[in-house]
C-alpha cells in the first residue's frame, strides 16, 4: 500500500520527446483524482443536496416555481398538466430526469409531507400509507399562495439572475422568498461529506421570533425558543423532547428531537376498551407501521398486545387491541413506543448554502437572520428599481407637460420636419427620453393631455420618490419596512389566520415517567406443562398435569421432558454444541396437536441434539459436562440467550459433544463415565466460568462421560434403581478420590445406563 502512495505520489516522468506526449496532461495522479472529486463533490453540495439559507429552496424546486410562473400559474388560475411543468423545467433549466423532476413536484404538492405547500395538486399524488403517485400526465398542478410569496419582486429586480445552462434563457440564482421557507418547509438532502435535515416549523412562530430579533439582535436562543417552541409538523404529532435539548439543538444546529403518534383510550363498555391512534409521526408511512404492529401481534413479542387494524379513511385511525381488558394501557403505549415508529427520532442538522456558495452549520438565530438579511436587500432592492421606474416617468411627465404648454408648435414640428426629434430637444430644452415619449405618444392621448392631470400624477410620483430616496438612505426605514412584511405575513399565516391548517399541529408534552417493565410483568401468569419429545417437538396444555398423565406423540418418537411451568417462566435449553438457548413458556404453542420442531424456534443445527431442558432460575449454577470429561460450573444468570443462535457456555472440540447438565445442589460431585467407573470428589475443585473448556472431570481410557451430579456431602448420593425406586448411599468414601481420577464400580443397584437421574 505504502509502494502504491509512492507511486501516486512521486512527480510524473517527462518524455525527452515532448512531442511524443502531445495532448496529455502531466500531473500527479492524486491531484488529478483531488481535483475531479472535488468538482463533483461541489456540484452535489451547491445544485442537488443542500437548500440556500435564503429561501430554503434546492435548484429543482427554485427551476420548477419559476417555470410555473412563466406559465402563469396562480393559485388564481387554472391547472395544468404536471408533464408539462416538468418538461418546461428540463428543456429550460434543468438538464435532468424528468422522474426527479416529478418527484421534486410532487412532494411540493403533498400536504402530509410539507408543512406549507408550494404547489396544489389536482389527482393522485401519493398518500400517507406511502403509496406512489399517478404519472405525470394524468396529475395536474398550480402554485399555492405561499409559492407566489416565494416569487414576489422577482419581476422588480430583487435579486441577480444567471444565464440558464443553455444559455439561451436566464433563471434567478435566489427567489426573493417574502416567506421563511428554510425552517417553515424544512429541507432534507444528502451531499458528499455531508448532509442536511431541517424539520417543518411554524410560521407563526416564525414570525414572532423575527419580530423579537428585529427589536433585539443580539437575542439568545433560550429566549428565541420562547417564540419557536420545537418544530410543527404537517402530520401532528406530540414532541416530548426535553426544553434544555430543544435549546441545545437550535444553539448548535444539530440534534433530534423525539416525536411521538397521538392516541386516545377508548371505552367500548363492560370494562371493554381499545387504543386508537389519531396522528403517526413525520415521514413514517402507514402501511409499514402497521405491517410492523402485525409482526409483534403474530410473533407474540408483546404479551399483552392482542390484534391492530386500520380503520383510516381520509384521517387515520389505527385501532390496537389488548390481550386483556385488565392491561394497563399507558404500559400497552409505552413498549410500542419503543419497538415501533409510533416514537420516531427526527434529526436536526442545520447545513445550509449561506449566499448560495458556503456550506455552514447555522444556528437558529444565526438561520433567522439569514432571512432577515436577505429581505432588506430585497427591500432596497425593489425600491432602487422602483425608483428608477418614478425617475424615468417623471422625466417623461416634465416633456409632456412642455409638450402640452406647446401643443401647436409641437404638432407643426412633427409635420413639417424631416428630424422632429433633434428640434425639439433643442427647441424645448428636452432630453432624448422626453423627445421620444412625445413622438411615441397617439394622436387619442392629446385630448388627455390636461395640465392639471400630470401635474396631480408628477406630484404624487415626487413624494413617492422622496420617500424611496428616504427608505434608501435609512437603514431603520428598510428594517421597518421589512417588519411590516413580517406582521402582515403573521397576519396572513399566523394563528389568527382563517387559513385551514394556519395553528400548530404538533403537541407539545412531556414524556410520561415510567420505568422499565420488562415482558414478563405483562404476561397473565398461568400453569402451564410443557412437553418435549425426544426428537424434539415441544408443546405446552394448561394446567399442572398428574404425574402419571400419558401423553400422545408422533409415530416413531417419544416423551422425554415434562416440565411443570407457568406462562411467566423461561426455558433453558442445552445443545450438544455447548450452547445454552433460551425459550419463553408464553411463546410456545399449546393446543391439542402435536406441537412445534424447537429447531424452529431456535437456531439449533440437525447434526445437534438436546442435552438438557429445564426452568431457569436466575440464582442457580449449572454443571456443565462434555463426553471427554471436561466441564465446570456457570451461572444460569450468565447462559441466558438474548437472540435465537444461543450463547455459547460449554466449549467443545469434536469428536466431543456436550453431555451433562445437572443444577449444582450440594458440595460434592460424582461424575460416572460409559466404562461404568463413578469418582467422587469435591465441587469446590471445579472452576467456575461464564465460558471456556473447563477442566478434566474424570479420565478415561476408552469411552467417556456418562452423567454427572452434585449432593450434599451430610446426606449422600441418590438415584433412580431400574425399577423406579429412589436409593441413597451415604457412605460415599469408597469412591471419594481426586479430580481427573479414574473411579471404581457404582454401588450396587446403580443403574446400568449410567444415569443418576434415570433419564
Known amino acids: 500500500m505504502s509502494r502504491m502512495s509512492d507511486i501516486i505520489d512521486q512527480d510524473p516522468v517527462v518524455p525527452e520527446d515532448p512531442s511524443a506526449n502531445s495532448g496529455l496532461i502531466d500531473e500527479p495522479l492524486r491531484r488529478a483524482l483531488g481535483d475531479r472529486y472535488l468538482q463533483y463533490a461541489l456540484s452535489t453540495i451547491m445544485n442537488r443536496a443542500l437548500p440556500d439559507a435564503r429561501d430554503g429552496l434546492k435548484p429543482v424546486h427554485r427551476r420548477l416555481l419559476f417555470a410555473m410562473r412563466q406559465l402563469k400559474l396562480d393559485p388564481g388560475s387554472g391547472f395544468k398538466k404536471s408533464a408539462r411543468i416538468v418538461g418546461d423545467v428540463m428543456g429550460k433549466f434543468h438538464p435532468h430526469g424528468d422522474q426527479a423532476i416529478y418527484d421534486a413536484l410532487v412532494r411540493l404538492a403533498q400536504d402530509f409531507a410539507v408543512r406549507y405547500p408550494l404547489i396544489d395538486g389536482q389527482g393522485n399524488f401519493g398518500n400517507i400509507d406511502g403509496d406512489n403517485p399517478a404519472a405525470m400526465r394524468y396529475t395536474e398542478s398550480r402554485m399555492t399562495a405561499v409559492a407566489e410569496l416565494l416569487l414576489d419582486g422577482l419581476d422588480q429586480n430583487a435579486v441577480d439572475l444567471k444565464p440558464t445552462y443553455d444559455g439561451l434563457e436566464e433563471e434567478p440564482v435566489v427567489l426573493p422568498a417574502a416567506f421563511p421557507n428554510l425552517l417553515a418547509n424544512g429541507a432534507n438532502g ?42 410543527d409538523f404537517p402530520t401532528g404529532g406530540v414532541l416530548i423532547e426535553p426544553r434544555e435539548s430543544i435549546v441545545e439543538s437550535y444553539r448548535t444546529g444539530r440534534g433530534s428531537f423525539r416525536l411521538r403518534a397521538v392516541w386516545e383510550k377508548e371505552d367500548l363498555g363492560r370494562g371493554v376498551w381499545q387504543i386508537v391512534v389519531t396522528e403517526i409521526p413525520y415521514q413514517v408511512q402507514k402501511s409499514r407501521l402497521v405491517e410492523k404492529l402485525a409482526d409483534l401481534v403474530n410473533a407474540k413479542k408483546i404479551p399483552i398486545l392482542g390484534d391492530i387494524r386500520d380503520e383510516s379513511a381520509e384521517d387515520v385511525r389505527l385501532v390496537i387491541e389488548p390481550k386483556s381488558r385488565t392491561a394497563d394501557p399507558m404500559l400497552l403505549m409505552e413498549t410500542l413506543f419503543k419497538q ?77 420636419e424631416d428630424e422632429p426629434k433633434p428640434v425639439m430637444m433643442a427647441e424645448f430644452s428636452l432630453s432624448e427620453v422626453q423627445a421620444e415619449a412625445i413622438l411615441n405618444m397617439r394622436l387619442r392621448s392629446l385630448r388627455r393631455l390636461e395640465e392639471m392631470e400630470i401635474n396631480r400624477e408628477r406630484a404624487a410620483l415626487t413624494e413617492e420618490r422622496g420617500e424611496l430616496m428616504a427608505l434608501l438612505g435609512d437603514e431603520e426605514l428598510q428594517w421597518g419596512k421589512v417588519t411590516s412584511e413580517i406582521r402582515a405575513l403573521k397576519e396572513k399565516f399566523g394563528p389568527r389566520s382563517k387559513l385551514l391548517g394556519a ?14 417493565v420488562p415482558l414478563e410483568a405483562m404476561i397473565e401468569r398461568e400453569p402451564i406443562t410443557v412437553i418435549c419429545s425426544e426428537k424434539g417437538w415441544i408443546r405446552t396444555q394448561k394446567g399442572h398435569a398428574a404425574p402419571d398423565a400419558e401423553y400422545k406423540y408422533k409415530d416413531g418418537d417419544a416423551g422425554r421432558f415434562v416440565i411443570h411451568a407457568e406462562t411467566t417462566d423461561k426455558l433453558m435449553l442445552f445443545a450438544t454444541n455447548g450452547r445454552f438457548y433460551t425459550l419463553t413458556c408464553d411463546r410456545l404453542p399449546g393446543g391439542r396437536g402435536m406441537g412445534e420442531p424447537v429447531r424452529l424456534m431456535i437456531d439449533m443445527s440437525q447434526e445437534d441434539d438436546i442435552v438438557d431442558l429445564f426452568l431457569h432460575d436466575p440464582q442457580a449454577k449449572r454443571l456443565v459436562v462434555a463426553s471427554d470429561g471436561r466441564g465446570f460450573v456457570a451461572p444460569e444468570a450468565d447462559a441466558i440467550a438474548q ?85 441413597t448411599e451415604t457412605d460415599m468414601t469408597p469412591w471419594n478420590g481426586a479430580r481427573a481420577g479414574t473411579g471404581l464400580e457404582p454401588p450396587r443397584g446403580f443403574p446400568r445406563d449410567n444415569k443418576f437421574s434415570g433419564k
Open 190 to 231: 444528502i451531499a458528499v461529506g455531508m448532509a442536511t435535515s431541517i424539520p417543518p416549523h411554524n410560521v407563526g412562530e416564525l414570525c414572532d421570533a423575527l419580530l423579537h430579533l428585529l427589536k433585539a439582535p443580539n437575542a439568545r436562543i433560550e429566549t428565541l425558543v420562547d417564540y419557536v417552541k420545537g418544530p
Open 503 to 516: 395553528a400548530r399541529r404538533t403537541r407539545l408534552a412531556d414524556a410520561p415517567d415510567i420505568e422499565d
Open 643 to 727: 437472540t435465537r443462535a444461543g450463547k455459547q457456555v460449554l466449549v467443545v472440540d469434536a469428536p466431543a459433544r456436550a453431555q451433562a447438565s445437572a443444577r449444582v445442589a450440594g458440595d460434592m460431585v460424582a461424575v460416572v463415565g460409559d466404562n461404568r467407573r463413578m469418582l467422587v470428589f469435591p465441587l469446590s475443585e471445579l472452576p467456575e466460568m461464564s465460558r471456556g473448556k473447563g477442566v478434566y472431570l474424570q479420565r478415561y481410557r476408552k469411552g467417556g462421560l456418562s452423567d454427572v451430579a452434585t449432593f450434599p456431602a451430610s446426606q449422600g448420593l441418590s438415584w433412580k434403581d431400574p425399577a423406579g425406586r429412589t436409593r
Open 340 to 416: 415501533t415508529d409510533l416514537e420516531v427520532k427526527i434529526p436536526l442538522n442545520l447545513n445550509v448554502l449561506v449566499d448560495g456558495k458556503t456550506p455552514q452549520v447555522l444556528s437558529l438565530g444565526e438561520s433567522l437572520q439569514v432571512f432577515l438579511d436577505h429581505r432588506r436587500e430585497v427591500v432596497v432592492r425593489r425600491a432602487q428599481h422602483r425608483l428608477g421606474q418614478v425617475e424615468h416617468r417623471l422625466e417623461v411627465l416634465e416633456g409632456y407637460l412642455a409638450a402640452y404648454l406647446n401643443l401647436d408648435r409641437v404638432i407643426e414640428i412633427i409635420r413639417t
